[in-house]
């Protein structure tokens, strides 16, 4: 049976001031295909909000999104399509197979971001006590970490991630995987900024009736911490 672990029972206390104060923020980070999407749509279907930065950086590239002209600028028009969209898969070859380019990309995109997710968090703070943010590159962003109350960590092996990838993206060329993930933090890095971790390992299967019954444990033990720690706050 998987197991949660409270690395630090208690809440941060935020030095970045971007986020609602009325609202409990809580991060949640992992590899890719590591299961941040399943746990963060558990944690909505209990009444939270969601915010997910994935999608934020989709939108922003998106026909006529705010992104497509200083990334147009940066890389030249060979990245964005016809329709005016970002060219997802020239720009994924890209950076995720050059540093500086990553760089470049990041250096557009996070502030943007950034700026966007703490925008919808002030709106959902006016319907919601609780958000949830999915954060690919916490472990990255020292700006993030400051202005969270807690962070989750959703974790698991490599091998178990490139095969749930390979089963989601069955596209997506074995090198292009292995070159994202070996651009992204270790285990290890992510532990060490970690409140708790999820322990996402074990597999689901079709003939599981209880699916995700291992996430539901950890994330039940996880909310029960939570409310304790906002009732202590308030
Ligand atoms: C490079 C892009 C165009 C590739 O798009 P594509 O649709 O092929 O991939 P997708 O967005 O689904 O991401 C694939 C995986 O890579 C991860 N990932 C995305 N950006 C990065 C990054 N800069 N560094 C490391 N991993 C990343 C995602 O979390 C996901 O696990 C896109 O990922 C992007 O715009 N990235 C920059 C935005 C970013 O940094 N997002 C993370 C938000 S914190
Ligand atoms: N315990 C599990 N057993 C089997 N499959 C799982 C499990 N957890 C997640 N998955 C599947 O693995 C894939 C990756 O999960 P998910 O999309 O939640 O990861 P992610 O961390 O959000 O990935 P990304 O960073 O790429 O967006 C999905 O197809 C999901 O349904």
Redesign the pocket.
């Given at each position: 049976m998987a197991d949660v672990s409270i690395i630090h029972p208690y809440l941060r206390t935020r030095e970045n001031f971007s986020l609602p104060k009325n609202a409990l923020c809580v991060g949640i980070t992992g590899g890719?295909g590591s299961g941040k999407s399943t746990v963060t749509q558990l944690f909505k279907q209990i009444g939270w909000a969601v915010i997910d930065?994935?999608k934020m950086?989709q939108e922003l590239?998106e026909q006529g999104g705010a992104a497509i002209k200083p990334l147009a600028q940066a890389f030249g028009e060979s990245v964005i399509t016809q329709d005016g969209a970002?060219n997802?898969?020239a720009?994924?070859e890209m950076?995720f197979n050059d540093k500086q380019a990553?760089q470049t990309?990041?250096s557009i995109?996070?502030p943007m971001?950034h700026d966007a997710a703490a925008a919808q968090a002030h709106r959902f703070a006016q319907t919601h006590r609780k958000i949830i943010f999915d954060?690919?590159?916490l472990a990255e962003s020292e700006q993030w970490q400051k202005a969270l109350d807690w962070i989750v960590v959703i974790d698991c092996p490599r091998e178990i991630q490139i095969e749930r990838i390979r089963q989601r993206n069955p596209n997506l060329p074995f090198p292009t995987i292995e070159a994202?993930l070996n651009?992204?933090a270790s285990r290890e890095a992510r532990r060490a900024i970690a409140d708790a971790v999820i322990d996402n390992s074990p597999q689901n299967t079709v003939e599981n009736r209880n699916k995700h019954l291992h996430l539901y444990t950890q994330i039940n033990i996880i909310i029960n911490k939570l409310q304790h720690y906002q009732e202590e706050r308030l």
């Amino acid at each position: 049976m998987a197991d949660v672990s409270i690395i630090h029972p208690y809440l941060r206390t935020r030095e970045n001031f971007s986020l609602p104060k009325n609202a409990l923020c809580v991060g949640i980070t992992g590899g890719m295909g590591s299961g941040k999407s399943t746990v963060t749509q558990l944690f909505k279907q209990i009444g939270w909000a969601v915010i997910d930065l994935d999608k934020m950086a989709q939108e922003l590239t998106e026909q006529g999104g705010a992104a497509i002209k200083p990334l147009a600028q940066a890389f030249g028009e060979s990245v964005i399509t016809q329709d005016g969209a970002l060219n997802r898969v020239a720009m994924r070859e890209m950076v995720f197979n050059d540093k500086q380019a990553k760089q470049t990309l990041e250096s557009i995109l996070h502030p943007m971001i950034h700026d966007a997710a703490a925008a919808q968090a002030h709106r959902f703070a006016q319907t919601h006590r609780k958000i949830i943010f999915d954060i690919p590159l916490l472990a990255e962003s020292e700006q993030w970490q400051k202005a969270l109350d807690w962070i989750v960590v959703i974790d698991c092996p490599r091998e178990i991630q490139i095969e749930r990838i390979r089963q989601r993206n069955p596209n997506l060329p074995f090198p292009t995987i292995e070159a994202i993930l070996n651009q992204q933090a270790s285990r290890e890095a992510r532990r060490a900024i970690a409140d708790a971790v999820i322990d996402n390992s074990p597999q689901n299967t079709v003939e599981n009736r209880n699916k995700h019954l291992h996430l539901y444990t950890q994330i039940n033990i996880i909310i029960n911490k939570l409310q304790h720690y906002q009732e202590e706050r308030l």
